[in-house]
């Protein structure tokens, strides 16, 4: 990860996660407790693992060699379980500090360790992203 990286994630949440207008006593932006308060209900797709796991599959399957299919059916359930994990936490403070080591620890490290190449790793990010805004 770059410090470029670093820079576009943080615009990302300033952008999405902020009103723009609201600051606190110390001139930082207040980011929206309702969005975040929502991410709890990620919860639930964890409750329909299997059934989200499927699709997400199938989904895969359409874009990517079977490698990377047959390896993501092998991997899906703690990748799927840490992303929703640092998710459906995000209404904590904490958590909000600690995204870029959360995300680095619970996401890009496996991934790395199974060594999937970056336009692997966007595949597989793009396709649940997808999926998720999609189900």
């Known amino acids: 990860i770059t410090f470029k990286d670093i820079i576009t994630v943080t615009q990302a949440i300033m952008q999405n996660w902020t009103s723009g207008m609201d600051i606190d006593e110390s001139g930082d932006p207040v980011l929206d407790r309702d969005y975040f308060g ?40 703690p990748f799927n379980r840490n992303v929703i ?27 790395k360790q199974l060594r999937f190449s970056l336009p692997e790793v966007r595949q597989i990010v793009d396709s649940y992203e997808e999926i998720l805004t999609d189900n």
């Open 38 to 77: 929502g991410l709890r209900e990620l919860k639930m797709v964890q409750d329909r693992e299997k059934e989200h796991r499927n699709i997400f599959i199938k989904h895969l399957a359409k874009s990517a060699d079977k490698r990377l299919v047959s390896d993501m059916e092998t991997h899906f359930k």
């Open 85 to 111: 994990s640092i998710g459906s936490t995000l209404y904590h403070n904490k958590e909000i500090r600690d995204i870029f080591l959360n995300v680095w620890e619970k996401i890009v490290e496996p991934l």
